[in-house]
């Protein structure tokens, strides 16, 4: 027959009696010591006991003693884990650091068993954003982005000038470039568009594409070496065409589809065409070059050739030639007549 009870604040799962005293395990509540003895009623209305508060519970039977309580429930008093080091309290709130992270009252977003505000405190979590979460965290969950995959979120970044963003989009130039969303042609690690805005690559022709990589994809030719295409050269006039063939002068002569036999760095043809060179022989050779090349004789030194042009046959010059002669003998023959008249 029971006589009396008490309804602790855990859950009880042991009890030890010794004297007027019960011991209870109550879990979550700890431990609990509870005075025994006559039913309560009938002390209360002996006199024999009060109960001041009115709760049921005889004064001398509210619990007098709470020992620290087992949160953890590993069968050790809190107090104990924490002075033996078996739980530890980075935070300093007397309750060991899993029972703080299992009841929400401290997070662990990277779920390594400290929680997060400690983790912050002592340096091994980084929150470059000051927002308060690890930065691991930030980029676990998505809010923050780490295109670049270095652990650091992209804000900070480019907040560090660890990396730039050139173009202003908010994003690491390594990411645009390595998403494809920026070309790098040059393979310089800047974004083209952000070459050619700053003028550290040319567009000569304006299509939007720097002129080393329009030639290094041989979109453009670039016959001199020097960097600028063709097409530009002649343009702008630093290259000469004087043939009117698309292809520098320089280019004619290196390639040898000119000559430039007196190396003044113009195609010969257009030596002879401007008349800045003779070709009184009309072999197609510049005069300069015949002497030098001793197949034509200069014996005045003028550099001009001595000979000239041989003229091609001629089926009627015989006929000419006597007409020419008959001619001549009448008018001789008139001559004396009217000598001797």
């Known amino acids: 027959m029971r006589v009396g009870g008490y309804d602790t604040t855990g859950t009880a799962s042991a009890v030890a009696v010794a004297g007027r005293y019960a011991y209870v395990a109550d879990e979550d509540g700890g431990l609990a010591v509870l005075r025994v003895g006559i039913p309560d009623e009938c002390d209360t209305g002996a006199g024999a006991s009060q109960d001041a508060n009115h709760n049921g519970i005889l004064d001398e039977c509210e619990p007098v003693v709470v020992i620290s309580p087992d949160c953890n429930r590993n069968c050790v008093l809190d107090e104990q884990d924490l002075a033996g080091g078996t739980s530890l309290d980075c935070n300093g709130n007397g309750i060991p650091d899993e029972c703080d992270i299992a009841a929400g009252t401290s997070l662990d977003c990277n779920q390594n068993g400290v929680p997060d505000d400690c983790d912050l405190a002592v340096g091994t979590s980084l929150d470059c954003n000051a927002n308060g979460i690890p ?14 995959g270095n652990g650091v979120p992209d804000e900070c970044d480019l907040a560090a000038g660890t990396s730039l963003d050139c173009n202003g989009n908010g994003i690491p130039d390594e990411c645009d470039i390595g998403a494809g969303t920026s070309l790098d042609c040059n ?14 690559s040319p567009d000569c022709d304006g299509n939007g594409i720097g002129d080393e990589c329009d030639i290094g994809a041989g979109t453009s030719q670039d016959c001199n070496g020097n960097g600028v ?16 063939n698309g292809i520098p002068d320089e280019c004619d002569i290196g390639g040898g589809t000119s000559l430039d036999c007196n190396g003044n760095g113009v195609p010969d043809e257009c030596d002879l065409a401007a008349g800045t060179s003779p070709d009184r022989n009309g072999n197609g050779i510049p005069d300069e070059c015949d002497i030098d090349a001793g197949t034509t004789p200069d014996a005045d030194g003028n550099g001009v050739a001595d000979e000239y042009p041989t003229r091609p046959p ?22 004396r007549r009217n000598t001797r008249g």
């Open 135 to 148: 930065d691991e965290c930030d980029i676990g969950g998505g809010t923050s982005l780490d295109c670049n």
């Open 187 to 200: 393979g310089n690690g800047v974004p083209d568009e952000c070459d050619l805005a700053a003028g550290t």
């Open 229 to 244: 295409p063709d097409a530009c050269d002649l343009a702008a006039g630093t290259s000469p065409d004087c043939n009117g």
């Open 314 to 335: 001629c089926a009627t010059c015989p006929l000419v030639a006597a007409s020419a002669l008959a001619a001549l003998a009448v008018g001789l023959c008139r001559t």
